[in-house]
């Protein structure tokens, strides 16, 4: 199993950045997928990010060319950069960690992100 914590929410204006960290309790190439997902009051979780254990990374199209997931090998860690928030970026950010052995899917506790106009 894998325990994640996120850190980095908090208040930012419209226009402004935010960098997103989710630190894994155990290696993360033995982690197939980690991702960021988020959700708003009222709506469905949705993915925002995604990276692979080989480094490929796939984002929502709503965030593409302002968000970038990235990660730190050594400190097990993963990142989401975001720029240029807009309002509807407000949401709960949780990331999430797939295993293959056995299947299983793991959450952090979530971390709030606040856009205001």
């Known amino acids: 199993q894998v325990q994640l914590v996120e850190s980095g929410g908090g208040l930012v204006q419209a226009g402004g950045s935010l960098r997103l960290s989710c630190a894994a309790s155990?290696?993360?190439?033995?982690?197939?997928?980690i991702a960021w997902y988020r959700q708003a009051p009222g709506k469905q979780r949705e993915l925002v990010a995604a990276?692979?254990?080989?480094?490929?990374?796939n984002y929502a199209d709503s965030v593409k060319g302002r968000f970038a997931i990235s990660r730190d090998i050594a400190k097990n860690t993963v990142y989401l950069q975001m720029n240029s928030l807009k309002p509807e970026a407000t949401a709960v950010y949780y990331c999430?960690?797939?295993?293959?052995?056995?299947?299983?899917?793991?959450w952090g506790q979530g971390t709030q992100v606040t856009v205001s106009s």
């Open positions: 990276i692979t254990r080989g480094g490929t990374t």
């Open positions: 155990r290696n993360i190439f033995s982690i197939n997928n």
């Open positions: 999430n960690a797939q295993l293959s052995v056995p299947p299983s899917n793991y």
